[in-house]
């Protein structure tokens, strides 16, 4: 593996700034968010219950939950969740809109700490939409 060039690497932390500052702007009104966001439709977590083998019980890690739209989907299949997500707001409303869901865990984990964080246990399916 090469080093990067002085401007790729200028690039790459001009890149690196603009991503953290989009993933902010969906943390900075995590309630709005959730209020505009479409959800997503009934087929896309049957097929994906069916190609993954996932049933009522199936361990799922989901990595950037947002406000937990495909996380209650998911819970409301009776599957156990741990749901990580960078956003302290939106980890926040995802806490309170799966309140319901008792085998829920919503975790809000920040970089660096995010990159050295696991699991305590296996899952059946790790699943990351738009992150």
Excluded: H
Aim: hydrophobic share 40%; charged share 25%; glycine share 6%.
């Amino acid at each position: 593996m090469s080093a990067l060039t002085s401007t790729e690497g200028t690039r790459a932390a001009k890149l690196a700034i603009v991503a953290s500052e989009l993933r902010a702007i969906f943390d900075e009104d995590a309630e709005r968010y959730d209020r505009a966001r479409p959800g997503y439709p009934d087929v896309l977590f049957d097929d994906l219950c069916e190609l993954a083998q996932l049933d009522a019980g199936s361990r799922v890690l989901e990595i950037g939950c947002g406000t937990g739209q495909a996380t209650r989907r998911f819970a409301q299949r009776g599957m156990a969740i741990v749901a990580v997500e960078l956003g302290a707001n939106l980890a926040a409303v995802t806490r309170r809109n799966l309140a319901a869901f008792p085998d829920t865990r919503v975790t809000c984990r920040r970089t660096p700490a995010c990159a050295r964080w696991s699991p305590q246990r296996s899952t059946d399916c790790s699943r990351a939409s738009v992150s």
